[in-house]
């Protein structure tokens, strides 16, 4: 695969509904929804999803250096230990991101003003869960383009915030993947503008003979 | 060779084609991450070896060594410039290995760039550049041309464009499917032959990412469809590293074996891909001298393609409903958007039509103020992936047609071609080009004929002109032309003549624009389903109407069934079979007016609870009774079932809605008893420095729906802001929030600022990477992991927790 940055401008991503339902609350065989209930919330999911736009980049990088404690990533040095621990097996990284867009963000806000939360919550998980989807689709993409390698990304995927990997490092996705050409943006405070927006990195490993 | 050559050749054999290319440079020495295509021209014998085997082995196309020879992949390598001369090159060298004793195809192979709408590079740039390849190509003298390991359907369409557009030689087309039959971009077999056969390829396949075993079903699903010759080139099996090196793990006799089975099923051409050599085609070629070919199917089939679905068209599929309501005309809003460039509510009627039921989408963006070309590609491109219903292309500027055919990744339906000169002569060569189906609509230059007889010449007249540009019956549509019965009562029958000549007697699919019929009448949807039905008798394949008519769509499963056009009631089942009307709530007595307020707040009804505590009212409950007895224990009943998980956020929302309007009624009938009941108050606020405040938000409704007076500042709020404020309002809560590690140590300022300022407030936190631990930490009164959770605490907080 070459060594530049990709860019998906138009990702269709099926609304994981069992998810966005999950996330506000539901839980099978427990909660007691009628289907006129279920078709209203789901229509009100279609409608979200009606508002968002997913977009997405990756590029694949080498590992320059590997510590105990650390990655070299480029030229970028990380310092995060199960950063380290997830990519030992990987000579490269995946790293990716997606956005959904502005729009869905200034809906959920417009619900907000009108004081409608049904369709402001319901809009919120919705546009969590595609944004979330929309990565995990572009790692995916990836992964099924390394197959004629006999290469595969690594089960997990981590990203700047969660565990030891600090959100500074959220810099190194801008930088490298260009991001502001999606209409992403980077706060001094290393958030991400439009919200709903993910960036991740997986490695990339050999498929053994055994799998 | 010309295309009656090529079939000739197909139809006398099954044509061996070769096996892999870069696996086999690679065992000549070939290092990885080098240029192929210049290493070949600094080694040539390597290739000139690889393709001699191959020859010798029983190969009769040889793929020209130029896989990534086009200008954005050779850009890589810093060779952009000399696109030309490397293509020249390298056929020369195919054909000094091959002589006469087998043809060259010219590789056309994927750019490494994604292509508009799936990507960012524009379509026509995309076809600029495999035109510069196959210019080059056509100079060095290949025989044919080969489009392969195509993974965007896109990318194909763009690749055949360019050869299409420079040359009559034959051109094959194959593509890549993972294994659960799509490609990257989802594209399906079915959809791949129905998109490409259409846009003229020769043959269609598919090659590499799989072994022969998982190739046999995709071949399967291309030959029952395709009008063209089919070609598989599999790899040896599933690629494997063993010791750093790739393997593939099927040996050239399990793989021969496969070809008995791809004879059957009709494959025309086979060869290997990944991990084969010339011993797999020695094999091949022996093996397929048994057997003689299949032939393709003689005509190709009435269906329309998106990018991931295939909709097919006849007297055996069910009436296709084209969805009407992508189409500006009375629709303010939508109007709007287009003027401003936006799509939601293009996207929104894209997907109301597609639950309801719609197998295509007509696209009309005709208005008065806009550019009509722009918008409809912008739509095109946004709907052919937001959408899996193929497009009907709805304009009556033919530039506009064009334009939409030319972008569209798939097989669009043209709406509509008439029979007025100008019309014909621009639009049935632009079909024809495209591969478009096209609506034949029954008037031309001197009339609307309101006869049938006037209609069918028009109609004849159409297909005869169709022919000539080699346009099939099977491209077209006939529209009924549907005449509005209120001011000519023999129209409907007039129609329903056409549809039945069309399909009877001409074979061809018909469509009507349906609601047109019951214009300037009330009640129309019975005048609508009524004439469907009729229209459905005489033969009617297709309407353009709106999915979201139940009356209608319900009619229309009945339709299909009745006339079996609905194998053993399957759809007419799926769509009927699950209605249930069962009710959640039906344990729930409803015997007074107590317990029809109780019942609206439990299920989150909030239309009728006014009319309800009026009738209380009226029966003299007192209000603070009401709100005691009844609104009070219904919502905390709701909270109980939420803890149980029997209820979820959505409907705890619905019911403290259906309690606030209930309360607000109240609200100034409880103030006249009571004049010191006033709401609390809550500040809420996302601390400096966050900017996300959409869960923020939602906890400030939820503190509302539960009687809170909620003061929101906001996001990225200094510190002094939030004290300031707590002061000035006197509010006994203040609410922060922060979904980051970087900004979440703003909170313990804000609480320090508070103890040190002796403000007596409870604090209550919350955002994505908050924990109970952290509120402890900093000195927090209380955590709330959602909005549920900050109402339960802001009212534990005031002491209103019953």
Request: charged share 30%.
């Amino acid at each position: 695969m070459d060594k530049n940055i990709k860019y998906f401008e138009n990702i269709w991503i099926d609304p994981p509904i069992d998810r966005i339902l999950y996330r506000l609350g539901y839980k099978k065989n427990k909660t007691r929804l009628d289907e006129n209930q279920m078709a209203n919330i789901e229509e009100i999911i279609w409608e979200g999803v009606s508002f968002c736009h997913p977009r997405g980049a990756f590029l694949i990088l080498p590992i320059t250096k590997k510590t105990k404690n650390s990655v070299t990533i480029g030229k970028h040095l990380i310092e995060s230990k199960s950063l380290a621990e997830l990519l030992k097996d990987s000579k490269e990284v995946v790293l990716a991101a997606s956005t959904i867009g502005m729009e869905i963000i200034d809906k959920i806000q417009d619900e907000i003003k009108k004081e409608n939360s049904i369709k402001a919550v319901i809009f919120d998980s919705t546009a969590s869960q595609v944004a979330d989807k929309t990565v995990a689709w572009i790692m995916d993409f990836v992964n099924k383009s390394l197959e004629k390698e006999a290469k595969k990304i690594t089960s997990f995927r981590y990203s700047p915030g969660y565990g030891d990997l600090g959100l500074e490092y959220q810099k190194i996705f801008f930088e490298e993947l260009q991001l502001e050409k999606i209409g992403m943006k980077l706060t001094k405070t290393y958030m991400m503008v439009p919200e709903k927006s993910v960036t991740a990195i997986c490695g990339i490993e050999d498929v053994r003979k055994d799998e | 060779m010309d295309k009656t050559q090529f079939y000739k050749i197909l139809k006398e054999k099954i044509v061996i084609l070769d096996g892999a290319t870069g696996t086999e440079l690679q065992n000549k020495g070939m290092p990885k991450g080098a240029c192929p295509e210049q290493w070949i021209l600094e080694n040539p014998n390597a290739i000139i070896d690889i393709q001699k085997s191959y020859v010798e082995a029983g190969s009769m196309i040889v793929y020209a060594p130029t896989f990534g020879a086009n200008r954005w992949k050779l850009k890589s390598f810093g060779l952009e410039e000399k696109v030309r001369e490397i293509n020249i090159e390298l056929v020369k060298l195919s054909k000094k290995a091959v002589g006469d004793k087998a043809l060259v195809a010219g590789n056309l192979s994927p750019t490494g760039e994604f292509i508009k709408p799936f990507g960012e590079k524009s379509f026509e740039e995309a076809v600029e550049v495999y035109k510069e390849q196959v210019n080059a190509l056509l100079e060095g003298g290949v025989d044919l041309f080969i489009i392969e390991t195509m993974i965007d359907i896109q990318e194909a369409r763009a690749a055949l464009l360019a050869v299409k557009e420079s040359t009559n030689l034959p051109v094959m087309v194959s593509m890549t499917f993972q294994e659960e039959e799509k490609t990257l971009t989802g594209t399906d077999p079915i959809t791949a032959v129905i998109t490409l056969e259409s846009l003229g390829a020769d043959a269609i396949g598919c090659n590499c990412s799989t072994g022969p075993k998982d190739m046999i079903p995709i071949a399967e699903k291309m030959k029952k469809v395709s009008s063209v010759p089919i070609f598989v080139k599999p790899n040896a099996g599933l690629p494997i590293v063993k010791d750093g090196k790739l393997f593939y793990d099927l040996g050239a006799k399990e793989f021969s074996e496969y070809l008995d089975k791809f004879a059957r099923i009709g494959v025309n051409l086979i060869g290997g891909c990944c991990g084969t050599n010339s011993e797999y085609i020695k094999l091949l070629s022996e093996k397929a001298k048994k057997y003689t070919p299949k032939i393709w199917k003689e005509k190709r089939e009435s269906a329309v393609s998106s990018v991931r679905k295939t909709v097919f068209i006849g007297e055996k599929t069910p009436l296709q409903i084209v969805g009407e309501r992508i189409n500006p005309t009375g629709k303010k809003k939508l109007q709007q958007e287009l003027l401003e460039g936006k799509l939601s509510e293009v996207r929104r009627f894209a997907i109301e039509q597609q639950k309801k039921g719609a197998s295509m989408l007509d696209v009309n963006v005709g208005m008065h103020g806009i550019n009509e070309k722009e918008i409809m590609i912008k739509v095109i491109e946004n709907l052919s992936t937001f959408s899996e219903l193929p497009l009907c292309i709805d304009s009556s500027n033919p530039e506009v047609i064009e334009e939409a055919l030319r972008i569209y990744p798939g097989r669009a339906l043209i709406n509509s071609i008439s029979g007025e000169e100008k019309k014909l002569k621009k639009l049935l060569p632009i079909a024809a080009k495209y591969g478009a189906m096209f609506i034949a609509l029954p008037l031309d230059d001197k009339e609307v004929p309101s006869t049938a007889k006037g209609r069918i010449a028009i109609i004849d007249k159409i297909l005869k002109e169709a022919k000539k540009v080699g346009c099939n019956k099977e491209d077209m549509v006939v529209d009924g032309l549907v005449m509005t019965v209120s001011s000519d009562n023999k129209a409907p029958i007039e129609t329903l003549k056409v549809i039945e000549y069309a399909s009877k007697k001409l074979k061809v699919s018909t469509i009507i624009g349906l609601s047109n019929i019951s214009f300037g009448l009330p009640e129309r949807k019975w005048l609508n389903s009524g004439f469907l039905m009729m229209a459905m008798a005489k033969g009617l394949n297709m309407a353009i109407a709106n999915p979201s008519s139940e009356n209608l769509m319900e009619l229309k499963m009945a339709g299909d069934v009745l006339i079996g056009r609905d194998e053993n009631c399957k759809n007419y089942i799926s769509y009927f079979g699950n209605v249930k009307n069962e009710n959640i709530y039906s344990k729930e007595k409803e015997e007074n007016t107590r317990d029809k307020i109780y019942n609206s707040v439990l299920k989150g009804e909030k239309e009728e609870i006014i009319e309800f505590i009026k009738d209380a009212l009226d029966e003299g409950i007192q209000p603070f009774d009401i709100v005691d007895e009844i609104l009070i224990p219904a919502i905390n009943k709701v909270g109980d079932l939420y803890d149980k998980k029997e209820y979820f956020l959505p409907q705890l929302i619905l019911s403290a809605e259906a309690m606030k309007k209930g309360f607000d009624y109240l609200e100034p009938l409880l103030l006249k008893k009571d004049n010191n009941k006033t709401k609390e108050k809550v500040v809420i606020a996302t601390v400096k420095g966050d900017i996300h405040d959409i869960g923020k938000n939602i906890v400030g409704l939820m503190l509302k729906n539960y009687g809170f007076e909620v003061i929101d500042l906001g996001k990225d709020v200094p510190t002094d802001d939030i004290i300031n404020k707590a002061k000035e309002s006197n509010a006994p809560i203040i609410g922060l929030s922060a979904l980051m590690t970087t900004t979440m140590v703003e909170m313990k300022n804000v609480i320090e600022k508070a103890k040190k300022e002796n403000l007596t407030v409870k604090f209550m936190i919350g955002g994505a990477v908050i924990t109970k631990e952290y509120a402890k930490e900093i000195g927090a009164d209380g955590y709330a992991s959602d909005a549920i959770e900050a109402v339960r605490l802001a009212q534990e907080f005031v002491g209103n927790n019953k």
